[in-house]
Nanobody, 127 residues
Framework: QVQLVESGGGLVQAGASLRLFCAAS????????MAWFRQAPGKEREFVAG???????YYADSVKGRFTISRDNANGTVYLQLNSLKPEDTAVYYC?????????????????????WGQGTQVTVSS
């Protein structure tokens, strides 16, 4: 498995930006598809952004054009840049590593396809 620790969340006003960090460790990290999910109170965990093991990025429609996922394999870090934040972006954000079977060129988006999760970091956007 891959060990993941998120940081960078906070309280911001609508329209502001944040950058989330996910520190990853584990022998198979560089080949795994990595993704960010979020979960708001009373709602199910939802996919936000992913970067496949082959380097392709993909996003949920709700964040496309505002959020950007990137990774630095040498430093074992995955980033999520959040721009033009809206109150509806308020949630706990989780970093996740896809199971090897769902890594590579496949665009994993379902939580069941991921086997490593961080503890989450809170993002709160005020109106």
């Amino acid at each position: 498995q891959v060990q993941l620790v998120e940081s960078g969340g906070g309280l911001v006003q609508a329209g502001a930006s944040l950058r989330l960090f996910c520190a990853a460790s584990g022998r198979t990290f560089s080949s795994r598809t990595m993704a960010w999910f979020r979960q708001a109170p009373g709602k199910e965990r939802e996919f936000v952004a992913g970067r496949s093991g082959h380097g392709s990025t993909y996003y949920a429609d709700s964040v496309k054009g505002r959020f950007t996922i990137s990774r630095d394999n040498a430093n074992g870090t995955v980033y999520l840049q959040l721009n033009s934040l809206k109150p509806e972006d308020t949630a706990v954000y989780y970093c996740a590593a896809a199971r090897p079977y769902y890594s590579g060129s496949y665009y994993a988006t379902a939580p069941i396809e991921f086997d490593s999760w961080g503890q989450g970091t809170q993002v709160t956007v005020s109106s």
